[in-house]
C-alpha cells in the first residue's frame, strides 16, 4: 500500500482500509513518503512499514515494496493499494473472489479509456503464475523516480496493463468502463448539479466533453462500478469534483447501504480540501 498525507499523518479512512485487509492478507507491507510510523495502537495493521523520500509517486512506492518481498512467487496473489480512495464499503473479499476475474493473471478493480484503454492503478493485483515469471521483474525495472505526475500516469498506468497483455498474460478489470462515445446522456443527465451547472447549455457541454473523451468511471460512473462490484469511491471525486456533478447520491447510497463511517469522509475533506 502506498501513502502520501499532506500532513503528514496515517488518516482515520486509511487504518480502515488497513483493517478491512488485515484479515485477508498474509502480509501487508506500507510504504509511505510523509509518515515516519504508524500511529500508536496500529502497528499490527501492518507487518513492514517503509519511510521513504518523498519521490517517485505510488508507482516507485510499489517497487520498493514489491522489493521487500524475497519471494513473490510464494504467494497466490500480491495486490498493489494506495490511500487515494474511500471504502471498502463491502467485504473486499467479494471482489477479490469476483467469478469474472478468476481466470486473469493480472487485474484491476477498474479498466478505463480515458486517454487509452488501461487499467487504474490505485488497485491492481499480479498472479501466482505471473509472479514466478520474468516480465514482473521487467516490468518493475522500467519504474524509474520521474519527477512529472502525468509523466508517471502514462508511462506507467496506462501502459502497464499493456505491457503484461502483450505478453500473453490474460488482464482485465473488476468493472470496464464503456468506450469512448458511448456514455449515455441518461448517465450524464442523472448526474448533474443543477446548482453548480445552470441552464441546458452547461449540460450539453458536460455532455459534449464526455461522449468525446471518455471520462474517468469512478467519478461519473460511480455507482456503476459499486454494482459492478467496486467498493470504492475515489477521494478526488468527493474532494474535487472535476466533473462537477452531483455528489450528495453518493453520501446518500453510503450512509443507506453500507457501514462505512461518513465521518471519515468529511473529517478527511475537511482537512484536505484545496491542499
Request: hydrophobic residues 45%; aromatic residues 14%.
Amino acid at each position: 500500500m502506498a501513502h502520501y498525507d499532506p500532513d503528514g499523518i496515517i488518516d482515520s479512512h486509511v487504518l480502515y482500509s488497513l483493517a478491512a485487509y488485515r484479515p485477508l492478507f498474509e502480509r501487508i507491507v506500507f510504504v509511505s513518503v510523509s509518515a515516519d510510523r504508524m500511529p500508536a495502537g496500529s502497528e499490527h495493521l501492518v507487518d513492514d512499514f517503509v519511510r521513504r523520500d518523498n519521490v517517485g509517486y505510488d508507482f516507485l512506492s510499489w517497487k520498493v515494496g514489491f522489493q521487500k518481498i524475497a519471494d513473490p512467487g510464494m504467494f497466490f496473489e500480491i495486490v498493489f493499494a494506495n490511500d487515494s480512495v474511500y471504502g471498502p464499503f463491502f467485504d473486499v473479499q467479494q471482489a477479490l473472489l469476483a467469478p469474472h476475474i478468476k481466470s486473469l493473471d493480472f487485474w484491476g478493480m477498474a479498466a478505463s479509456f480515458q486517454s487509452q484503454w488501461h487499467i487504474q492503478s490505485w488497485f491492481f493485483a499480479m498472479r501466482h503464475e505471473l509472479l514466478k515469471s520474468r516480465d514482473v521483474a521487467a516490468f518493475w525495472d522500467t519504474v524509474q523516480p520521474l519527477g512529472n505526475k502525468q509523466d508517471i500516469i502514462y508511462n506507467y498506468e496506462i501502459l502497464m496493463a499493456s505491457f503484461f497483455h502483450i505478453r500473453g498474460w490474460q488482464t482485465g478489470a473488476l468493472y470496464h468502463a464503456p468506450s469512448q462515445g458511448r456514455v449515455e446522456w441518461s448517465a450524464v443527465r442523472a448526474r448533474i448539479n443543477f446548482r453548480d451547472i445552470v441552464g441546458s447549455m452547461g449540460q450539453l457541454r458536460l455532455y459534449a466533453t464526455v461522449a468525446r473523451i471518455p471520462p474517468n468511471p469512478m467519478h461519473l460512473l460511480w455507482s456503476e462500478t459499486i454494482n459492478a462490484g467496486v467498493p470504492y469511491v475515489k477521494v478526488e471525486f468527493l474532494r474535487s469534483n472535476p466533473l462537477g456533478i452531483a455528489t450528495q447520491p453518493v453520501i446518500e447510497f453510503i450512509a443507506n447501504n453500507t457501514r462505512y463511517p461518513l465521518s471519515l469522509i468529511e473529517g478527511h475533506i475537511k482537512r484536505t480540501k484545496g491542499r
